[in-house]
C-alpha cells in the first residue's frame, strides 16, 4: 500500500526547545555573575614614605649602582662564606671581603674602579665593621660626582624567620652624595637621618614582602 507518509512532531518540541535554550542561557549568565563577583581587583598599594621604588625614583647613575648592589649583595654571601671557613681561622674572625680585594681580586661592580665606575660618578665605598654588634655588615658608598647622585648603604644581615637564620640585604639611599657611614643602622634612625630603602617592587607585591609572606 503506497502514499504519502506525514511526520507529525510533537505539539510540544517547540516549547520544550525554547525551554533547554533559556535554562542554558540562565546557567551562562549566572556562572559569569559568580565569576565577577569572585573577582578581586588588584589595586596598587603606595610604597612608606621612608622607600622608594627601584622602578620609577632613581637617576640613570642610580640605577645602574643599584643594580650593581643587586648582583653583588648576593656574590658577597658566598665569598663571605669562603673567608668564613676556607680561608684560615685569623680571617675568619673578620670573613667580609675589604673593598681593596673587591676592587683587586673579585673586580666586582660597583666598587671595582674600572669604566663603569668612573661613568657612574666614582663612587667612593668603604666597609663598616662597626655594625657587626647589631648582626650586619655594611657597605657604604659616598662622594658621587655626577649631579642628582645618591649615597649608598647596602646591608648584609642574618634575617630572623621563625626558627630560623636566613641570609638577606637590603639596600638604601640617601639624597646627600655625601652623606656619611650613620652611627647605627636601626631602621628609625636611618628614616630620620634621611635615608630611605629601595624596594625592588611596588604596590601589593611590596605589601607582600615586607609582611614576610
Known amino acids: 500500500m503506497s502514499g504519502n507518509r506525514e511526520i507529525i512532531e510533537p505539539a510540544g518540541a517547540r516549547g520544550e526547545t525554547l525551554a533547554i535554550a533559556g535554562v542554558v542561557a540562565a546557567v551562562l549568565a549566572l556562572g559569569g555573575y ?8 588588584a589595586t596598587e598599594s603606595r610604597l612608606f614614605d621612608w622607600q622608594i621604588s627601584a622602578f ?10 643599584y643594580n650593581a648592589l643587586s648582583t653583588a649583595s648576593v656574590e658577597l654571601w658566598w665569598i663571605h662564606g669562603d673567608l668564613l ?24 661592580p660597583p666598587f671595582v674602579r674600572d669604566v663603569a665606575w668612573r661613568q657612574h660618578g666614582e663612587v667612593n665605598w668603604q666597609r663598616v665593621a662597626s655594625f657587626s654588634f647589631e648582626g650586619s655588615t655594611v657597605y657604604h658608598g659616598s662622594g658621587g660626582t655626577l649631579p642628582g647622585q645618591s649615597a649608598w648603604l ?12 636566613t641570609d638577606g640585604a637590603t639596600i ?17 634612625s ?17 605589601v607582600e614582602r615586607l609582611q614576610g609572606a
Open 154 to 165: 647596602l646591608m648584609l644581615s642574618h634575617v630572623h624567620k621563625g626558627a630560623s637564620f
Open 56 to 65: 620609577h625614583d632613581m637617576s640613570d647613575a642610580d640605577q645602574a649602582i
Open 34 to 41: 559568580a565569576v565577577s563577583q569572585r573577582q578581586v581587583e
Open 85 to 108: 671557613y676556607f680561608a684560615g681561622e685569623e680571617r675568619a674572625q673578620d670573613p667580609w671581603p675589604y673593598i681593596e680585594e673587591l676592587d683587586e681580586d673579585y673586580a666586582m
Open 172 to 188: 638604601w639611599i640617601h639624597p646627600d652624595p655625601d652623606a656619611p657611614a650613620p652611627q647605627t643602622i636601626k631602621r628609625d
Open 190 to 206: 636611618l628614616i630620620v637621618n634621611g635615608w630611605k630603602e629601595v624596594v625592588p617592587y611596588t604596590g601589593a607585591m611590596e
